[in-house]
């Protein structure tokens, strides 16, 4: 992958590959796939936050709220100041957060992965840990919500890959050639 060394924060760090989008998708298998296939690091944005708190990312919203959840979540990406740059698989709802943003766009490239509200849906239609779509598991609701979300992934993305009728290996090749 080349570097970037004007968006590393200091001289040694490598810069961050950020995968936002919606839920379902496939920002984790990617992110899993990226990993092994460039032999680098990886970050699972929910997975941290939920080892650190001891609960589930259902039980935070519940107990303490969704701004309490993304404070958790702005603070984790500052903290990835400090790390060594790897592929970071953000929670749906990162980039809402402008700030969060800034810190993205500061530490790596952003690439957003995209698909159609009905694959969405068939994606994560079985999922019980998304309090987001408790109650809105259809596929109107998800396009409803997709609509409303749509400007803040433009504004963060730097990159664009759509993911649908793709298996995760071609996103992870498709990537591969777009950032080297
Ligand atoms: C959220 C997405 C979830 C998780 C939380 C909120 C969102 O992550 O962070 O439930 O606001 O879109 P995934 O995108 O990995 O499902």
Redesign the pocket.
């Known amino acids: 992958m080349k570097t970037s060394p004007q968006k590393a924060t200091h001289k040694d760090q490598q810069p961050f590959v950020f995968l936002i989008?919606?839920?379902?998708?496939g920002?984790?298998a990617v992110a899993s796939g990226l990993q092994k296939r460039l032999s680098i690091d990886r970050i699972e944005?929910?997975r941290e936050i939920e080892l650190g708190e001891g609960m589930t990312?259902p039980e935070i919203?519940s107990k303490k709220g969704q701004e309490y959840?993304r404070d958790l979540e702005t603070g984790l990406l500052k903290s990835l100041e400090t790390r060594n740059g790897c592929v970071v698989?953000c929670?749906?709802?990162?980039i809402?957060r402008p700030e969060n943003v800034r810190i993205m766009k500061a530490l790596g490239r952003i690439l957003w992965l995209t698909a159609s509200p009905v694959t969405i849906w068939e994606r994560v239609r079985f999922s019980d840990?998304?309090?987001?779509l408790k109650g809105r598991m259809d596929p109107e609701s998800i396009r409803q919500m997709m609509e409303e979300r749509r400007p803040a992934y433009e504004r963060a993305a730097d990159l664009i890959i759509d993911t649908d009728q793709k298996s995760v290996d071609q996103v992870v090749e498709e990537i591969i050639r777009m950032i080297e």
Do not use: Q
């Open positions: 989008g919606f839920m379902g998708a920002k984790s944005m929910d990312i919203f959840f698989s929670g749906g709802g990162a809402l840990n998304r309090p987001l």
